[in-house]
């Protein structure tokens, strides 16, 4: 194996931030329809280190901030944000910045049934697409879908694991195998 090079003692991502629109919406979907367990909330934050720490508008004010656990691996700090001149639309995978969520689930047609049944928006057609045949995803399916306020995400599973696992002496993170 290769020495590391990089970040000194990088162990992984331990939470991924989200600014939401409305706050009460986005932890009802992110509590009762994906699962996530809610834990300590706090704020409000405001004042003149904003811009210097946050990179923000100097009169920013983070009004609520919420740490949400969704199981091995991932936790989620959603914001509310209110700030003169905040965006108001969300970018999509192809804007600078754009971004999403993947989460792996061990039942790709139960976890989209789920979602359907909570009037959640499923691309593609409302369907998860086949198994992925080629390449070093082969093994995985996935499927996008979108958040009330139209953050996109998706769904990922391969119980039998993905194919560049035969080329590759080292692994990814396998949220299958949380420990390793």
Known sequence: ????????????????????????????????????????????????????????????????????CGGAGLNIELFEYASPDQRQKMPRNTDWGGHHIAIYVDDMDAAVAHLKAHGVRIMKGGDPGPEIASGPEAGARSCYFLTPWDFQMELISYPGGKAYEKDYEERLWDPRHPGR
């Open 1 to 68: 194996m290769s020495e590391r090079k990089g970040m000194p003692g990088l162990r992984g991502v331990e939470h991924i931030g989200i600014t939401v629109p409305d706050f009460d919406e986005a932890y009802d979907f992110f509590v009762n329809v994906m699962g996530f367990r809610p834990f300590y909330r706090h704020g409000p934050y405001k004042g003149e280190w904003m811009e210097g720490t946050l990179n923000v508008h100097p009169e920013a004010e983070i009004r609520k901030v919420q740490q949400l």
